[in-house]
């Protein structure tokens, strides 16, 4: 494993990502050998007029959070782009504080896979879930 | 069809959705019986460190066109959870403006599904390309 | 939870899929509270020129094997349609028996989400992963 | 352009595919400079209970015409892995032959990406969409 922790991962989402995305204000939690942990602050400038979090922040926490989970497994940023996101929205999430669990399916030297569930903080019942595939643009 | 035209997707693009989505600043350019055209102006806050636009602001402006654009099929908004968001990049957009349409799938009772492509302005060749499906909450 | 078990699945899945499917000779294997397991046993007719077990019937058996899940929990087979079936590749599978695991992760009056995982039998590595919207078109 | 026609189209159908997907007998129909076209012969053998073509069927043909699509493009099969497979079921097709339609958007030294659309042969709307991407594992 990596020496990459909480305090690369903050820089490295203060620094790849568009200012826009940063604004998401999303925090490192944890890195494991499966993947990472991150929280989505409560944010009122993420809810819609349903009152509920909306989908685009989600998904887009979703990319993210993947990313930032990669460059921890690898121990250091290597440029990617992603193939795919697919999000599925299963449950509404109201305004609050989100947990994002990473999982890497699998980290190869061309290609990587990622699933991010989130929940509302404290709940059992996944709300969103994510599938991706990367490519990494450098070795 | 409906009168629902260019003056109502602004005011649903400022009502419906969130003030972060209300950033992008989508413009919306026409309507038609299969679908519609918006344009995503350029904005640096959306690019990365590589440079182009982020594909988290790609997805998550398929998502918000695609509502818009069967609020204006249906001739006003009616109350809809996107259930998956599946975006491919396919090519890089390199900052500037984005044209993105719409078409509308099918649009049914509870059901709706749209695909939308986005290029950068003037170019034929799509950059990314998301596709939806959508249920109805209410009629 | 219901009395629908390894009979009632094995009836299900004679009687509800296309005889194509049905070729598949797809194996229930247990039920519980949060999905079902299900086994594809090895044939050579899914095998392709790379000489690993074809994605589409991987796909294909993703799909089926949701469709008996969601059976199972609600105690008996409600008609309904796959919104959308999104499917990733992520190991090649050699040829032999492949477990198949789905978890039902929403189930509601009008929509139901799944996802699967494949490994091959034995194996802890996720070789294919499939998230699935479905609506029921009755009761 | 490339000398793969209906000829090599049939011959890579018989070849590179398993035979549980040969026995979709899918016909190559016709090919461009953006894509191909096939058909999905009437097959008792894929209709489900509720008397339609099942999900499978399709989303299997999808994958299958959109290989063979890119090995005309490339003139000849360059092997490859789908990525992934999504695809939205958007109207029923009743049993009878169904007409597809693969577009390549985009075609690279390592990636590719295809679109596939079926309808009812001589029906204008569209019954299935599948959007896919395959990364090539030789030049």
């Given at each position: 494993m990596s020496a990459f922790g909480i305090t690369e991962a903050r820089e490295t989402l203060q620094k790849v990502f568009a200012p826009w995305i940063v604004a998401l204000g999303l925090e490192p939690v944890g890195f494991d050998a499966a993947g990472a942990d991150f929280l989505l602050p409560e944010n009122?400038?993420?809810?819609h007029i349903g009152g509920v979090i909306c989908g685009q922040a989600t998904a887009s926490a979703a990319d993210t959070c993947a990313v930032v989970a990669l460059a921890a497994l690898n121990g250091r940023f290597r440029i990617c782009t992603t193939v795919d996101l697919t999000t599925h929205f299963i449950r509404p999430l109201k305004p609050g504080p989100v947990e994002i669990r990473v999982d890497v399916l699998s980290n190869g030297k061309r290609m990587a896979y990622t699933r991010v569930e989130m929940r509302a903080?404290?709940?059992?019942?996944?709300a969103v879930t994510a599938t991706s595939a990367f490519a990494y643009l450098e070795d």
């Open positions: 009122p400038s993420l809810v903080k404290g709940e059992a019942k996944v």
